[in-house]
């Protein structure tokens, strides 16, 4: 990764020395409008306003327009130009030759004042009118640099500045220097002297200014212009010193990114360092994770042919096998060596897909057969790679990818599998005939007391590994893994607490300033003994610390649900399974193996364990749980139409991927439904289905079908609608499609603007509402708090006072009041509520609800607006909608006070750390951009000095990024139509 080069800075020099030099060059010269500052008199005093005028943009250069003081380095090198332009025959050589010397310190000196300095750039401006530009090195060789701002940001922010560096370096444009282009046959493409190249090539490469009488731009584009061009876009650019070694070691590595990349395209037996990739990439898995080698597995997989020629490739281990560093590398491959885009589908990292088995999860797996269905249709040079641990019919998937398949039985750590009946521990074994076999007795005194409480003897089973040991309790309920482990806590010895004390300590205060002073009372009592409990009633910021927590070893034990299995990397010496159900229902095997596959740590434990406590009621079901093979995927296409076949139908035709039924057919043969085809009811085949489901979308009014032509050719024709493409693009759900149109429609005749009540109500998730259940009591409390004009919103949506008064006090309700229109509503208030207290503590409080709850409602919520959003910007009725959601959306996708949230749009600022700078002073991206990282971590409390310098250099991209689109904008409206009459 080249990086970014050193940009020319300025040094401030005292009053007495800028108030000599300030009748050297006019204020009009020296000045522009923006950088026009107070000039002090002798350094002291009141300031005197100075009133200047500059026909350049907006000044970069802060204070000054030159290397000091007000002697403008520009205005002497126009001085020079102009005198050169009068008499093109005088030799300037003497008189013109300028010196910028020690750019280190920034200082600029005239030669006959100039002193021995190693490091210079000298301008020279010859009889033959061609400048150039001499640098010796920058930097000491032998003087390392000190603390620098690069040392510890994320590689994507040092990628970031690097590609900055070299656009800015290799291509910075303005408007004078694109026109300049035009004169190309008279005057080469002009570098800007003060554009340093990262390679020798570059840095002594001649710049030619030729001048041509026919090209008259060059008059207006001076050097001067370019000067200022090349040192705002220098301005700009990230300013970072590298010492010669540094400069080196990336130059290393560029090389052996090139060689890899025409390596890595060639085929060839030999890929490179590592796996076509740099071994910078292996120093760095070595550095961050703690990965000497890869696994024999691993490595045969990479080495695949089909990899090689880019085919498409399921691999299948199980769990803690090691699937993600391999996606990882490829991934790194794709990326670096490549240069192809990688879209990434989470909950794991990979090309395109991970979790294969996500394909027979409802309407997830409708959606994610959607998308690879789209891709392999209509990208043939898309490589799709899937993983997953619980794979059986894989002929399926492999037809359905176009992929080949690999697989290993490969687990870094063993696995033992045991159920506990009653005191008694078995080991399963598929070899028995019952799929047990005895293992021991459980051995721990019980009092009375303690086996009231813990029947399934969950104490004398985690005591066992904790707290030398982690473990990890999985649970059928949120409320039971609260329980059990409060329960476990309760019955430990005091000795558990004093393990790790302090940190766990540092725990609790951190979780107290993510709840804004509010910590959750379980978590008070629990974490002390290193236990806690995990599930979607925490936060996202309360999840990630329990989660940081567990691996560094502080909690060493915890009661999570099913949800922990997928998604969240956390392993532990031993599993235990509370019970062998989810909620209420049996647990199925690709569950049992996800849960399960947590147990054993890679390089930590030599072995895992897993216990599944059964009651005895339930052993022969637990026994053909064991001893069963996995369940088979099956397209979930037909499961819930509306997420499923109607909207691919919709989608097909609204992308043009397919607008007759022929097209149509053939694209659902390449489905995994089509590939399963022969799984469908006799009473209906695939192309009946189809039929019927373009068919429900015509008379949705979603799409048209005509027939083209008047022939026998002529073919039935599909056209979207206005409503379905708005429903599309909107990404709203069929079943609530038309709903939303005629609500939306009805809020244009008395949209209630005296709050934000009835917008939030149009933007309330349809599908939340159904698992509502509104507290009437809370219900009645909230209405009574709102405004009169809030109270009419109820009224227009069909939800009057006495229908709520009625639920409330337990009466019969005679009025028909819409259940879903009811919910939807008091789900309204909880919103209405956040965005006003912007507390998720308090709101959850008032409203009996989990904060968990209340986040995923208010992030479900800011989804909903913004594909209403763009419902609305397909339809021109809706033209009023637009400017109101887009600045709802906003408020909901932070949930802050408005002031706070440009501070939160930067990477690594949440609202507690965005409060903190803006009661410092720090109210704008601007300010955050231009930042010293040292100087916020002396203001700001907790913050750290890489998290200062992360958040310097976050804001400082999201900044450039803004101005590049600003930029964007600009030469989008200055571009000279192509279609001007009359030319």
């Given at each position: 990764m080249a990086e970014p080069g050193p940009a020319v800075r300025r040094k401030s020099c005292p009053g007495s020395v800028r108030k000599r030099r300030q009748a050297l060059v006019p204020c009009s010269t020296v000045c522009s409008p923006v950088a026009c500052k107070k000039l002090s008199s002798g350094g002291e005093g009141p300031a005197a306003e100075a009133t200047c005028s500059n026909d350049s943009e907006e000044d970069m250069f802060g204070d000054y327009d030159s290397f000091y003081g007000n002697d403008s380095l520009l205005a002497q090198i126009d001085d020079t130009e102009h005198e050169h332009l009068q008499d093109k025959n005088k030799d300037i050589k003497a008189d013109g030759e300028l010196i910028l010397g020690n750019l280190q310190s920034g200082i600029y000196q005239e030669k006959d004042n100039f002193s021995t300095s190693e490091n210079m750039v000298i301008l020279k401006a010859d009889k033959e009118d061609a400048f150039e530009m001499n640098r010796n090195d920058l930097l000491d060789s032998n003087q390392e640099p000190t603390e620098s701002i690069s040392d510890d940001l994320p590689s994507s922010q040092l990628l970031y500045f690097a590609k900055l560096n070299e656009l800015s370096s290799g291509s910075r444009t303005s408007p004078l220097s694109e026109r300049k282009r035009k004169c190309k046959k008279s005057s080469d493409k002009i570098r800007s002297p003060l554009s340093f190249y990262p390679d020798d090539e570059h840095r002594n490469r001649p710049t030619d200014l030729s001048s041509h009488s026919n090209c008259a731009l060059f008059k207006t584009d001076s050097l001067k212009d370019n000067l200022k061009s090349a040192m705002t876009g220098n301005a700009k650019a990230q300013t970072l010193q590298v010492s010669k070694t540094k400069q080196l070691k990336e130059a290393v590595l560029s090389e052996e990114i090139c060689v890899a990349r025409k390596t890595i395209e060639s085929s060839s037996v030999d890929i490179g360092p590592f796996y076509g990739l740099p071994s910078k990439v292996k120093d760095l898995f070595r550095q961050f994770r703690g990965i000497e080698t890869l696994y024999e597995w691993q490595h045969d997989c990479l080495m695949l042919e089909s990899l090689q020629q880019r085919k498409n490739l399921i691999y299948s281990l199980p769990t803690s096998g090691g699937k993600t560093l391999v996606a990882e590398i490829i991934i790194l491959q794709e990326l670096l060596c490549r240069r192809k885009d990688v879209l990434m589908i989470l909950p794991y990292v990979a090309i395109v897909q991970e979790k294969l088995h996500m394909l027979g999860e409802g309407s997830r797996g409708a959606m994610l057969e959607i998308t690879l269905a789209k891709i392999l249709y209509s990208s043939k040079n898309t490589q799709i790679i899937g993983m997953s641990a619980t794979l059986n019919n894989v002929g399926d998937l492999q037809k359905f990818l176009q992929a080949e398949y690999y697989t290993n039985n490969f687990r870094p750590v063993e696995l033992k599998e045991y159920v506990k009946i009653g005191g008694t521990v078995y080991a399963t074994d598929s070899k028995t005939e019952s799929g047990f076999t005895f293992s021991r007795f459980l051995n721990f005194k019980y009092s009375s007391n303690l086996q009231k409480a813990d029947p399934d003897h969950i104490v004398a089973l985690v005591t066992e590994v904790i707290p030398k040991y982690s473990c990890l309790i999985f649970c059928p309920t949120k409320k039971n893994c609260e329980n059990v482990a409060s329960m476990v806590c309760k019955y430990l010895k005091k000795e558990f607490r004093a393990h790790r004390e302090k940190e766990k300590q540092d725990l609790i205060k951190h979780l107290k300033n993510i709840g804004n002073g509010s910590i959750c009372s379980v978590l008070k009592q629990t974490i002390p003994y290193g236990i806690a409990y995990h599930h979607s009633g925490l936060t996202n910021d309360e999840r990630k610390s329990v989660e940081e927590a567990y691996s560094a070893g502080v909690l060493c034990l915890l009661a999570c649900t099913a949800t922990l299995a997928a998604g969240v990397n956390l392993p532990a010496r031993r599993v235990i399974l509370r019970a062998?159900?989810?909620?209420?229902?049996?647990?199925?095997?690709?569950?049992?193996?996800?849960?399960?596959?947590?147990?054993?740590?890679?390089?930590?434990?030599?072995?895992?364990?897993?216990?599944?406590?059964?009651?005895?009621?339930?052993?022969?079901?637990?026994?053909?749980?064991?001893?069963?093979?996995?369940?088979?995927?099956?397209?979930?296409?037909?499961?819930?139409?509306?997420?499923?076949?109607?909207?691919?139908?919709?989608?097909?035709?609204?992308?043009?991927?397919?607008?007759?039924?022929?097209?149509?057919?053939?694209?659902?043969?390449?489905?995994?439904?089509?590939?399963?085809?022969?799984?469908?009811?006799?009473?209906?085949?695939?192309?009946?289905?189809?039929?019927?489901?373009?068919?429900?979308?015509?008379?949705?009014?979603?799409?048209?079908?005509?027939?083209?032509?008047?022939?026998?050719?002529?073919?039935?024709?599909?056209?979207?609608?206005?409503?379905?493409?708005?429903?599309?693009?909107?990404?709203?759900?069929?079943?609530?499609?038309?709903?939303?149109?005629?609500?939306?429609?009805?809020?244009?005749?008395?949209?209630?603007?005296?709050?934000?009540?009835?917008?939030?109500?149009?933007?309330?998730?349809?599908?939340?509402?159904?698992?509502?259940?509104?507290?009437?009591?809370?219900?009645?409390?909230?209405?009574?708090?709102?405004?009169?004009?809030?109270?009419?919103?109820?009224?227009?949506?069909?939800?009057?006072?006495?229908?709520?008064?009625?639920?409330?006090?337990?009466?019969?309700?005679?009025?028909?009041?819409?259940?879903?229109?009811?919910?939807?509503?008091?789900?309204?208030?909880?919103?209405?509520?956040?965005?006003?207290?912007?507390?998720?503590?308090?709101?959850?409080?008032?409203?009996?609800?989990?904060?968990?709850?209340?986040?995923?409602?208010?992030?479900?919520?800011?989804?909903?607006?913004?594909?209403?959003?763009?419902?609305c910007e397909e339809l021109e009725e809706f033209w009023v909608y637009k400017a109101l959601l887009t600045e709802l959306t906003k408020q909901l996708t932070y949930c802050v006070k408005t002031e706070l949230i440009p501070l939160m749009e930067v990477a690594g600022v949440l609202e507690a750390r965005a409060k903190q700078l803006y009661n410092a002073g720090y109210k704008t991206l601007a300010h955050l951009a231009n930042a010293n990282p040292e100087t916020l971590v002396r203001m700001i409390e907790h913050l750290s000095r890489r998290q200062a310098r992360q958040i310097v250099s976050s804001a400082k991209m999201l900044l450039s990024e803004k101005a590049e689109a600003l930029q964007e904008e600009v030469e989008e409206l200055l571009k000279v139509p192509t279609d001007i009459p009359g030319t």
């Open positions: 062998p159900y989810v909620a209420n229902d049996f647990l199925k095997k690709n569950q049992y193996k996800q849960m399960i596959g947590r147990a054993g740590r890679a390089g930590i434990d030599s072995a895992g364990e897993s216990i599944l406590i059964v009651q005895e009621k339930d052993k022969h079901l637990a026994q053909r749980l064991v001893n069963s093979p996995l369940e088979n995927c099956y397209s979930n296409l037909l499961l819930e139409l509306t997420k499923g076949m109607h909207s691919l139908l919709l989608s097909l035709v609204g992308l043009k991927i397919a607008v007759t039924r022929e097209e149509v057919n053939t694209f659902m043969c390449s489905t995994l439904l089509g590939v399963q085809q022969h799984l469908l009811s006799k009473e209906k085949s695939l192309s009946e289905v189809i039929k019927d489901g373009l068919e429900h979308l015509i008379e949705k009014g979603l799409l048209e079908g005509r027939m083209s032509g008047k022939n026998r050719n002529s073919k039935y024709t599909l056209t979207i609608t206005p409503l379905g493409r708005a429903t599309y693009k909107g990404s709203i759900d069929l079943a609530y499609c038309n709903l939303l149109y005629r609500e939306l429609k009805k809020g244009l005749e008395g949209l209630v603007l005296e709050s934000s009540l009835h917008l939030l109500y149009l933007t309330t998730p349809y599908d939340l509402t159904f698992s509502c259940n509104p507290d009437w009591m809370i219900y009645l409390r909230q209405f009574s708090q709102l405004s009169a004009a809030e109270q009419k919103v109820a009224d227009i949506l069909g939800v009057p006072e006495s229908f709520i008064t009625k639920k409330a006090s337990g009466q019969a309700v005679k009025k028909n009041v819409d259940s879903t229109v009811a919910n939807r509503l008091y789900l309204s208030f909880v919103l209405y509520t956040l965005l006003k207290e912007t507390n998720i503590w308090s709101v959850s409080e008032k409203f009996n609800m989990s904060r968990g709850y209340v986040q995923n409602l208010l992030n479900s919520a800011a989804s909903f607006a913004s594909c209403v959003l763009h419902f």
